[in-house]
């Protein structure tokens, strides 16, 4: 009866229980953070590294954070931990590649949301993966992953000037 009178139902116990791990996994990307450099590489590199290191180490949290059809996204809580999250990534996205449009920062937040969420949830759900990846933990596999892709990443090319 408790759960029902402050949650609702189910999927408004749920969305609470994902706010929650949405707020301990921004606070472990911005720990990494700051036991990082500030260079602009080094703190995307630490945002992914703990991405993947949050997921492998709390799996069921991180499967239901991501489950649209039992969680509530108009719960205000649960988009503003969403949001935080997110908004590391396009953070280090934006200061890794300055001066990019709209159309490019998106894409590269995209590609490395993708890489992160990919390298989590194959380390998760399939033991072939870590054969691939040499047996390596998620998180090492994460970051070299990251320097393979590092030009994906880069500023774009400062345009030659005109003579």
Known sequence: GAP??????ARGLL????????????????AHR???TEEPFAQFLATGC?????????????QLMFRSDRLDFANERLAAAGS????QLE????TLSPGLDDAAR????AAAWSMAHGVATLSIDNRMFAQLS??????????TLIELFRPMFAPPPARARQR
Not at 134 to 143: C, L, V, Y
């Open 84 to 87: 935080a999250v997110f908004g």
């Open 91 to 94: 953070e280090t996205v934006a």
């Open 50 to 62: 703990a991405y993947v290191e949050y997921a492998t180490r709390n799996v069921a949290r991180f």
């Open 34 to 36: 700051a036991r990082s």
């Open 134 to 143: 040499g047996n390596a933990s998620p998180p090492a596999f994460m970051r």
């Open 15 to 30: 969305s609470e229980f994902s706010a929650v791990s949405f707020e301990q996994l921004d606070a472990a990307m911005r």
């Open 4 to 9: 029902a009178h402050h949650f609702g139902d």
């Open 106 to 109: 998106r894409m590269r937040v």
